[in-house]
T-cell receptor, first 115, second 110 residues
Framework: KAGVTQTPRYLIKTRGQQVTLSCSPI?????VSWYQQTPGQGLQFLFE???????NKGNFPGRFSGRQFSNSRSEMNVSTLELGDSALYLC??????????????FGQGTRLTVV | QKEVEQNSGPLSVPEGAIASLNCTYS??????FFWYRQYSGKSPELIMF????GDKEDGRFTAQLNKASQYVSLLIRDSQPSDSATYLC??????????FGTGTKLQVIP
């Protein structure tokens, strides 16, 4: 079955712009989590969506937001981009249901460069 | 104290040796534990998960969990150069939130 798909794979944006990233989870998975990965900070949790609702949130400013659609596809948006937002953004999907297998699978990521 | 701690390494082992990767976590209520492997420039790939105290073996990989000591480890037997990567420990706590360690870089020397 198809894996987790993230688009686009690469993005170059200018400071102050906004960006939207997309993630299509594995079929049947209802949970989508977003992470920011930088060399210095490792994998930082942004937020998790389950059944169109934000279930968990990390410690990122309000410029980072997300949503999930009824087909479980998720988008994250970053407004007013800063140079420090340059990172690999990863999404991970899982079943997300208590008592069910909980392992998560990652997409290939979107490499965002802010100039 | 970080929620999930790993030694950043690099951990260097000769080919054919056993590589031992360690991880400690702070949330005693954590229920699920995962090991991911990440090659440079690639996304993390799930290699093992463990829920119960004790050992879980899968091929050359063994995950060990000790909830009393809040400790989880990954052993790689017969290490190969292709095992050279960063290994991420992840812990799932309440409300399905997953926290990652910063990873241990493993170098297997031919």
């Amino acid at each position: 079955k198809a894996g987790v798909t993230q688009t686009p794979r690469y993005l170059i944006k200018t400071r102050g712009q906004q960006v939207t990233l997309s993630c299509s989870p594995i079929s049947g998975h209802r949970s989508v989590s977003w992470y920011q990965q930088t060399p210095g900070q490792g994998l930082q949790f942004l937020f998790e969506y389950f059944s169109e609702t934000q279930r968990n949130k990390g410690n990122f400013p309000g410029r980072f937001s997300g949503r999930q659609f009824s087909n479980s596809r998720s988008e994250m948006n970053v407004s007013t981009l800063e140079l420090g937002d340059s990172a690999l953004y990863l999404c991970a999907s899982s079943l997300g249901v208590q008592g069910a297998p909980t392992e998560a699978f990652f997409g290939q990521g979107t490499r965002l460069t802010v100039v | 104290q970080k929620e999930v701690e790993q030694n950043s390494g690099p951990l260097s082992v000769p080919e054919g040796a056993i590589a031992s990767l360690n991880c400690t976590y702070s949330d005693r209520g954590s229920q699920s534990f995962f090991w991911y492997r990440q090659y440079s420039g690639k996304s993390p790939e799930l290699i093992m998960f463990i829920y119960s105290n004790g050992d879980k073996e899968d091929g050359r990989f063994t995950a060990q969990l000790n909830k009393a000591s809040q400790y989880v480890s990954l052993l790689i037997r017969d290490s190969q150069p292709s095992d050279s990567a960063t290994y991420l420990c992840a812990v799932k706590g309440g409300y399905q939130k997953v926290t990652f360690g910063t990873g241990t870089k493993l170098q297997v020397i031919p």
